[in-house]
């Protein structure tokens, strides 16, 4: 063997259990920040793995469910696993402000973690964008028209 | 004869150019007949005509909204301004693929003009496999994404291009940017692979190596930061970078070509790591092949992934023939390859460039693993995750860190053997420059291990940069009497790369700091506004005046106005807005940013309602520094032009061969030496 193929082997060997080692700190590492996608279902049906989790719950906003309290900025709602009354739901808390399109009945992502009174605690909520680019049904906007109207009256 | 038609049959023609002249190419380099290089160029003229061809085709299509074309019938909409049609050529999965071919073949192209007189051989294999690739973006463009196929029934309008995409002018930069970055690695890689078929890495096969890598590199970091600020601009979420799957597929080729242009120079001084060095020209290669996967058949629910395809398969299979043909061909035309100088001492500029390129392939290798960990998991144990941000701050940061302190260690030393008294000598001044920085922070009260580190490491390796930088200056007006501006122009003349490096490490600097900056020392208040109930954050206060509504071309706006004391006492306005587009029914905000050279105010309107009079709802933040990140970019840009601005005489050396450009890397020293 060429003193040079020798030499490239044994660097590449040095490469890959460097490589091997920092695969085991990424793994190990990767572990305790590991994000799990659940909807309310399969969160619940997780059992104890649920509780330690950080979790990204995603559903849709059940109806007659949000309660805020934009004083002290605390935003309640259920998170359902679909548009069914009857549907599993999960309470979700949250001192995040709900974003102008947050509604009944919209899908939404909720970061955080579950606890053993059955309250999810989040500190980040997304609302989804819908993909779908449709021209607004009739009636849409009224809401924002109605408040720009009433607001700028009383400018 | 219909847009779909004649686009697809440009289509087809150019997957013809290109499959010929890769055929043509490789066989004929590889058999060692000269002949065939003229086939292969004209191969290239050709592809290169029938995509720019495909390409006008499309816009063509999108401006006069025929929208039987299918492509046309997704994007487009008569309602969008004629700049927004035309951008939508690349808003979408087709279209931007279609456009990924366009500026391939422009690259191609230039290549093969710039280096025709190079040796034939050479230029055979390297555009034979050039246009391989070539055959493989075509084909996926006739194929799965096919952005030509036709509608029986065309719909009277179209929707429009995504409403994100129409928010901001940034997103108009941002992607071209981002492909020419990613594109232009196929150059590299198609001189790598030539070099490696021939089993040789002449000195003047080396300079377009470097050279087109610092072009596509160049592209690349715009592009990364555009999209970073574009991030900031628009998404409201007050960040500008979240390791997002596609922020990380831009982020993993951009770090192997830096490690790439660094080993290049160890290459060309020391006649060794030639291996390694191709190495990652191919993976930086396949990287942006992996990255454009990821990014473009919607793989990962982000936000970027607007686009959904059968690309996926195609993609896949492209991938896998890549990493073992690269694979293959590093290992049987390996051993050709011989190391002909080596490493003399620990201390040498040799071994810290060394040290970066093993820190940088660490960092793409944890990021990559956490990048596609998700994808894994879902396959393997059908369950779906994502790696937290926590993680790839604690794999990135620390070895990015030792980065930067290399970035100041590695110019400071000299190749070869140093003399130690020299080095201890070198490095008093910018040690000194780190110690004072962590003290004044600390008179200044600012705290925390990792800022106040970055920040040392950072006037370190700026003061020697910075010294690197302006030395043969001083010298020269010292010893030949000259002014500062002849002897700054002088000396940046007589060693161009060096020069351009040096401001591109400056502008990399920056960008550590103000990253530091920004994440470390942020503040964040969300609240409610009324008339008479004002928001404070940091020093500013910011009063509600009432919601107004608008209207521009392709959108409606609500603005809630703001007035915006200053720490000062100015009061300025300030307008986040809602934009409310025809045909989305979501609306998206606009963030109002107020931008001082040392801190950006950033208010994100989240809501508003008529209750008590008026009432508006938003998230502010104050990053110190951020605006440092996208300001940097003119700095990498000038930096990048000097270093690649082509010298007349050197032009001559490569076509005729092996001058070796050791002189300009030779001079400073003596002159340091001298001083």
């Known amino acids: 063997m060429k003193a040079q193929t020798r030499n490239r082997l044994i660097a590449l060997g040095a490469l890959v259990v460097a490589g091997a080692g920092l695969a085991f700190i990424a793994l190990g590492n990767m572990g305790e920040n590991l994000v799990y996608y659940w909807t309310p279902s399969e969160m619940v049906s997780q059992g104890e793995k649920a509780y330690s989790a950080t979790i990204r719950l995603g559903g849709l906003v059940k109806k007659g469910s949000i309660q805020w309290n934009p004083e002290h900025t605390q935003l309640s709602f259920r998170v359902a696993d679909n548009k069914d009354d009857a549907a599993q739901s999960v309470l979700v808390k949250t001192s995040e402000i709900p974003p102008q399109m947050f509604r009944e009945g919209i899908g939404v992502v909720v970061e955080g973690t579950y606890d053993r009174s059955g309250v999810f605690s989040s500190s980040r909520l997304m609302v989804n964008h819908s993909n779908e680019y449709r021209p607004p049904k009739a009636g849409e906007h009224d809401d924002w028209k109605k408040s720009v109207a009433d607001t700028t009256g009383t400018r | 004869m219909s847009h779909s038609d004649f686009g697809y049959g440009l289509v087809l023609a150019g997957l013809a150019f290109a499959a010929f002249g890769a055929v043509v190419g490789l066989t004929s380099g590889l058999m060692r007949r000269e002949a065939g290089a003229v086939w292969a160029r004209r191969a290239v003229y050709g592809f290169f005509a029938c995509m720019i061809g495909a390409n006008l085709t499309m816009i063509h299509a999108l401006v006069t909204h025929d929208f039987s074309v299918k492509y046309v019938a997704q994007v487009g909409s008569r309602a969008t301004p004629v700049l927004y049609t035309v951008v939508s050529l690349w808003s979408a999965l087709e279209g931007s693929i279609l456009f990924w071919g366009a500026i391939m073949a422009s690259y191609v192209l230039a290549f093969t003009l710039v280096h025709r007189k190079e040796h034939p051989r050479y230029m055979s294999l390297a555009m034979g496999t050039m246009l391989s690739v070539g055959v493989f973006f075509a084909f996926l463009i006739a194929g799965p994404a096919n952005p030509f196929g036709t509608l029986p029934n065309p719909p009277a309008d179209g929707p429009g291009p995504n409403a994100l995409l129409q928010n901001h002018a940034l997103m108009i930069i941002h992607p071209p940017m981002l492909y020419m970055g990613y594109v232009g690695m196929v150059v590299p890689f198609g001189v790598a692979v030539a070099g490696l078929l021939r089993g040789e890495i002449g000195e003047a096969w080396m300079t377009p190596l470097r050279r087109w890598t610092m072009v596509a590199w160049t592209f690349l970091s715009v592009g990364i930061i555009l999209g970073a600020w574009w991030a900031y601009a628009v998404l409201g979420w007050g960040g500008y970078w979240a390791w997002d799957p596609v922020e990380n597929a831009s982020f993993l080729p951009w770090l192997t070509a830096t490690a790439f242009m660094h080993s290049t120079m160890v290459l060309e001084r020391k006649r060794m790591l030639k291996l390694w060095t191709l190495s990652l020209a191919l993976v930086t290669f396949w990287l942006t092949i992996v990255g454009t996967f990821m990014t473009r058949s919607g793989i990962f629910n982000s936000v970027h992934s607007f686009t959904q395809s059968d690309i996926g398969p195609t993609f896949l299979v492209f991938i896998g023939m890549l990493a073992v043909f690269s694979i293959a061909l590093l290992a049987i035309r390996g051993p050709v390859l011989e190391a002909e100088g080596r490493i003399q001492s620990l201390f040498s500029r040799d071994t810290s460039i060394l040290l970066n ?319």
């Open chain 2, 357 to 675: 390129n093993l820190l940088m392939v660490a960092i793409t290798f944890t990021v990559f693993i956490g990048t596609v960990f998700p994808l894994i998991s879902e396959a393997v144990q059908h369950r779906r995750v994502s790696v937290g941000e926590p993680y790839f701050n604690k794999m990135a940061v620390p070895p990015g860190l030792a980065v930067l302190f290399l970035m100041g260690v590695g110019p400071m030393l000299p190749w070869g053997t140093p003399d130690r008294q020299r080095v201890v000598r070198q490095f008093l001044l910018p040690g000194g420059a780190a110690l004072v920085t962590v003290v004044a922070c600390l008179l200044f009260g600012l705290t925390g291990f990792l800022p106040l580190l970055t920040f040392a490491c950072a006037a370190f390796a700026g003061v020697i940069t910075l010294r690197e930088l302006f030395l043969p200056a001083a010298t020269r007006m010292r010893e030949k009497q000259e002014n500062v501006v002849t002897a700054v122009f002088q000396s940046a003349a007589k060693a161009r790369r060096r020069f351009g490096g040096y401001i591109v490490h400056l502008g990399i600097i920056v960008i550590f700091v103000a990253v530091a900056a920004s994440q470390s020392y942020v503040t964040h208040v969300k609240g409610t506004v009324t008339k008479d109930k004002p928001l404070s954050i940091g020093g500013y206060t910011l009063r509600f005046k009432g919601l107004s509504e608008g209207q521009e071309p392709h959108r409606r706006f609500i603005t809630a106005n703001l007035e915006v004391t200053t720490p000062s006492g100015k009061v300025e306005p300030l307008a986040p807005r809602m934009n409310y587009y025809e045909r989305s029914t979501d609306p998206i905000g606009t963030p109002a940013v107020r931008s001082v050279a040392y801190e950006d105010l950033y208010v994100s309107l989240l809501a508003f309602s008529p209750e008590n009079g008026g009432q508006a709802t938003f998230n502010t933040w104050i990053f110190p520094m951020v605006g440092w990140i996208w300001w940097s970019i003119p700095m990498l840009v000038l930096g990048s032009l000097i270093a690649l601005w082509p010298s007349r005489r050197r032009a001559v050396a490569t076509s005729t061969s092996s001058a070796p450009p050791l002189s300009e890397e030779a001079a400073p020293a003596a002159q340091k030496g001298a001083a």
